[in-house]
């Protein structure tokens, strides 16, 4: 049994990790560098700052569990007929949401556009943190998840 057994995303008998506990755990990231970021920002920064790394944070978020209920629902299409149901105009509409939200908050003069955008990539510092768990584990356990 591994050592590291009570981990989220522990590897199981085949040594291939579970990717529901990766989606998971970066979707966790997301929220945690989001919260972080709003949460220094708050005391430190101007107001549409913050309301900017919110907003982008949040975007970021819808954005993130839009594109993986979308992809889950192609591949089921694709397990009953053989051929995914991929339709552009989800990815598109997905876009064209998010960009239209921004540009209504900036407009309106709610946010700053960069720390909208900088909010948007909250997927980045999540990929960092499951990056150094992942470093962790396999050094102090010797082994990959």
Do not use: K
């Not at 009570?6 to 990790?17: H, I, P, Q």
């Not at 919260?35 to 970021?60: E, I, K, N, Q, Y």
């Not at 921004?102 to 309106?108: C, G, K, M």
């Not at 948007?120 to 510092?125: D, R």
């Amino acid at each position: 049994m591994s050592e590291n057994a009570g981990y989220e995303g522990a590897a199981d008998s085949s040594g291939a990790a579970d990717g529901e506990g990766l989606e998971r755990r970066l979707f966790r990231g997301m929220w945690v560098s989001v919260a972080l970021a709003v949460l220094v920002s708050a005391p430190l920064a101007p107001w549409r700052f913050t309301a900017g790394l919110l907003l982008g944070g949040v975007l970021s978020l819808f954005n993130h569990h839009w594109l993986r209920t979308a992809i889950a629902a192609a591949f089921v299409g694709a397990r009953t007929d053989g051929r995914p149901r991929l339709r552009a105009a989800r990815y598109v509409l997905r876009y064209l949401f998010v960009t239209g939200i921004v540009i209504a908050a900036y407009t309106l003069d709610l946010v700053s556009l960069p720390a909208t955008l900088v909010g948007l990539c909250a997927f980045v510092p999540a990929l960092f943190i499951e990056a150094l768990m992942q470093f962790y584990f396999a050094i102090v356990y010797r082994e990959e998840l």
